[in-house]
């Protein structure tokens, strides 16, 4: 079975600063992976994926993410936080199904960003 | 485009109560799943209907947890009797088939006293 792993559970960054948020999963095949951001009392709102092709990926918001299938990794990656990405976010890896993707999610990773 | 709508946004009711949480998928999307978000457990699927046909409900807890998906634009999951232990966000997510983007609902909160 397919799983996700995130191993921060918090981080904090200053304004400014770059951010590395870590995301390891565990599939047998390709796997499909997205990053998912959370702001509270939201749902989630999808930042980025990956199929296949380039393993550099950009997504909305400034945010990119490159998948290394050698250390089964998908870290999302900010070159400059701004005090508006403070939330939870999630990875997940999706397993197609006939209905689309059916998505195992991380345990999330919440950033604080100091000003 | 008003994107996947869930009703109520707050539940609160006692132990023992039916509690019936609602969602209308976008338009055109043919696949809707049902999460359920707690510190404990994370973001858990429940369930997820292709075509309106459950196709995989094996994340349901339990019986006490039932889900429906009568026509393309309206799904409902039920608890019945609610416990505590049920308290958490339930999130609805809807999807077309052929694409790969799963949109999310706002989600319900539910506390079961």
């Known amino acids: 079975a397919q799983s996700v792993t995130q191993p921060d559970i918090h981080i904090t960054v200053s304004e400014g600063a770059s951010l590395e948020l870590r995301c390891n999963y565990s599939?047998?095949?390709?796997?499909?992976l997205f990053w998912y951001v959370q702001s509270p009392g939201q749902g989630l709102q999808l930042l980025l994926k990956?199929?296949?092709?380039?393993?550099l990926v950009q997504g909305i918001k400034g945010f990119e993410a490159e998948f290394k299938r050698s250390q089964s990794s998908f870290n999302l990656r900010k070159p400059s936080v701004h005090w508006s990405d403070a939330a939870e976010y999630f990875c997940?890896?999706?397993?197609?199904?006939?209905?689309?993707?059916?998505?195992?999610f991380g345990t999330g990773t919440q950033l604080k960003v100091e000003l | 485009d008003a994107g996947v709508i869930q009703s109520p946004r707050h539940e609160v009711t006692e132990m023992g109560q039916e509690v019936t949480l609602r969602c209308k998928p976008i338009?055109?999307?043919?696949?809707l799943f049902w999460y359920r978000q707690t510190m404990m457990r994370g973001l858990e699927l429940l369930i997820y209907?292709?075509?309106?046909?459950?196709?995989?409900d094996s994340g349901m807890p339990e019986d006490r947890f039932s889900a429906k998906m009568p026509n393309a634009s309206f799904s409902t999951l039920k608890i019945q009797p609610s416990e505590p232990r049920d308290s958490a966000v339930y999130f609805c997510?809807?999807?077309?088939?052929?694409?790969?983007?799963?949109?999310f609902g706002p989600g319900t909160r539910l506390t079961v006293l």
């Open positions: 997940a890896v999706g397993v197609p199904t006939g209905g689309g993707n059916k998505l195992t």
């Open positions: 599939y047998g095949a390709t796997p499909y």
């Open positions: 990956y199929f296949s092709g380039d393993t």
């Open positions: 338009s055109g999307h043919n696949s």
């Open positions: 209907f292709n075509n309106n046909v459950p196709i995989d």
């Open positions: 997510a809807s999807i077309i088939t052929s694409g790969n983007e799963q949109f």
